[in-house]
């Protein structure tokens, strides 16, 4: 299998997409994180759930989670709030990096070692030429597991 064969279509967004959009996406197709494309359309970063749900939490209970029990659920449920008026890029970890990115012609191996060393949910497939890098698809951790556990039967 190379990672052409393994890639499929996968919900992008771009750094100036609005954040609680983005929520909204991650949580209708249970997603476990989106691709972001920079005003080139050429891969950014990963924006995984698990960031989402950090820019969620106040920062409060972050420096000291016991704080979490003494919220009442009703503020709880206004947590979302957080994210109104902020972008992709504002909920992007400073410590965010490129992501990872296959080749076409990459092994399920190759990919599966990538997205392991890196600790990523999700690896790019794309093609680089002179004139940038064109996304051919995502491959998620489930899906490479799924393809994976097809060869065994």
Same mark, same amino acid.
């Given at each position: 299998?190379?990672?052409?064969?393994?890639?499929?279509?996968?919900?992008?967004?771009?750094?100036?997409?609005?954040?609680?959009?983005?929520?909204?996406?991650?949580?209708?197709?249970?997603?476990?994180?989106?691709?972001?494309?920079?005003?080139?359309?050429?891969?950014?970063?990963?924006?995984?759930?698990?960031?989402?749900?950090?820019?969620?939490?106040?920062?409060?209970? +972050? &420096?000291?989670? =016991? @704080?979490? /029990?003494? #919220?009442?659920?009703?503020?709880?449920?206004?947590?979302? %709030?957080?994210?109104? $008026?902020?972008?992709?890029?504002?909920?992007?970890?400073?410590?965010?990096?490129?992501?990872?990115?296959?080749?076409?012609?990459?092994?399920? +191996? &190759?990919?599966? =070692? @990538?997205? /392991?060393? #890196?600790?990523?949910?999700?690896?790019?497939?794309?093609? %680089?030429?002179?004139? $940038?890098?064109?996304?051919?698809?995502?491959?998620?951790?489930?899906?490479?597991?799924?393809?994976?556990?097809?060869?065994?039967?």
């Amino acid at each position: 299998m190379r990672a052409r064969d393994l890639a499929v279509e996968y919900e992008t967004v771009s750094v100036d997409s609005d954040a609680l959009e983005a929520a909204r996406l991650m949580a209708e197709h249970q997603l476990p994180g989106l691709l972001v494309l920079d005003e080139n359309g050429e891969p950014k970063a990963i924006l995984p759930a698990s960031q989402m749900i950090k820019v969620l939490v106040p920062t409060y209970v +972050l &420096e000291d989670p =016991a @704080l979490a /029990a003494v #919220v009442d659920e009703k503020h709880a449920d206004r947590l979302c %709030r957080a994210l109104v $008026g902020r972008t992709v890029g504002d909920c992007l970890s400073s410590k965010a990096t490129n992501p990872p990115i296959a080749a076409p012609d990459d092994t399920a +191996l &190759e990919v599966a =070692a @990538l997205m /392991a060393q #890196v600790r990523s949910p999700l690896v790019a497939v794309a093609e %680089r030429d002179r004139s $940038g890098t064109h996304l051919l698809g995502v491959i998620t951790a489930s899906h490479l597991l799924h393809r994976l556990l097809e060869e065994q039967t």
